[in-house]
């Protein structure tokens, strides 16, 4: 592949003939086993031999295509390469956001790995997430523990490899978080000056520093994050059982592609594997910026204890 650019991405590089400044650029890898390649090119609208197609997924004996109105086709194959075709008056920052989502999500599902719908920071104890419903403040939570301190693993997209021994590793995700307007600003951010991340949205990217290079974290809790009821303080409640399964499930990113990939059962043997090895709690906390760092604060002194 020609003029290609190398990024980092979890526990593999891309060989891109895209420029992705989404990510960090690296020298040509030694191992070839870890290159996944990016290129163009044209897809049909329907996938030879097509054998499953649900959620603009189309899923034959040895690729999938997924389909973004407006945007690109994305052909997946093998866990190894992405074909991108892009469709007429297709913004290259848009398309760059569904191949780094979705797009590299069925890649890593193909690859084997467990994803969860969450952002992970880095403590002396381990790798910490946290999920919810959109909204619930995953970004702007690690952006705290960013400025207490703490590195940020991942953003919107946690990637777990079980080792030999059965025990549960988080990788680094791509290295930036995505912020709303207001909660950039909050965090001291002029809006002017950040990297818009969806064209048409006050949605910016914000970089964060990394330091731990591609080293994968022992992962040891996930936060469920809600919304306490009105005149409530909010808590920390244990998850246990079928409760913690369900919400592992429901937060699996980009699930409603494991059932036409045939990785359901592949998928839930996983998640309970990981129910094995970590704790899984809800947190309800109030939301608003009026009482955000109090509330972050709680959070903090909470996942502090599981040293």
Known sequence: MHDCHYYACFDFHLRSAIALPELIAVDRPADPASIVDIRLGTLPQILPATREIGYGLQVSDDA???????????????????????????SERNVRLFLLGSALGVLCHQRGALLLHANAIVTPDGAFAFAGDSGAGKSTLAAHFERAGYEILCDDVCMIRFDAAGKPFAWPGLPRLKLWGDAAEAFGYDRGALDVAVDGMDKYHVPFARRIASRQILFRRLYLLEQAE?????????????????????????????????????????????????????????????VFDREAGRLERHLAEAG
Not at 71 to 86: H, K, L, Q, Y
Request: charged share 20%; hydrophobic share 45%; with cysteine.
């Open 64 to 90: 999938a295509m997924l389909s973004v109105n407006n945007i690109a086709r994305f052909r997946i194959r093998g866990g190894s390469e992405i074909v991108v075709d892009p469709l007429p008056g297709a």
């Open 230 to 290: 009105a005149g409530e303080e909010g808590g920390f409640t244990r998850l246990r059982g079928m409760a913690a399964m369900e919400a592992l499930l429901a937060q699996s990113y980009r699930s409603q592609y494991l059932e036409p990939m045939g990785l359901k059962m592949h998928h839930f043997r996983q998640c309970a594997a990981l129910l094995d090895h970590i704790e899984v709690y809800g947190a309800s906390r109030a939301w608003g910026y009026d």
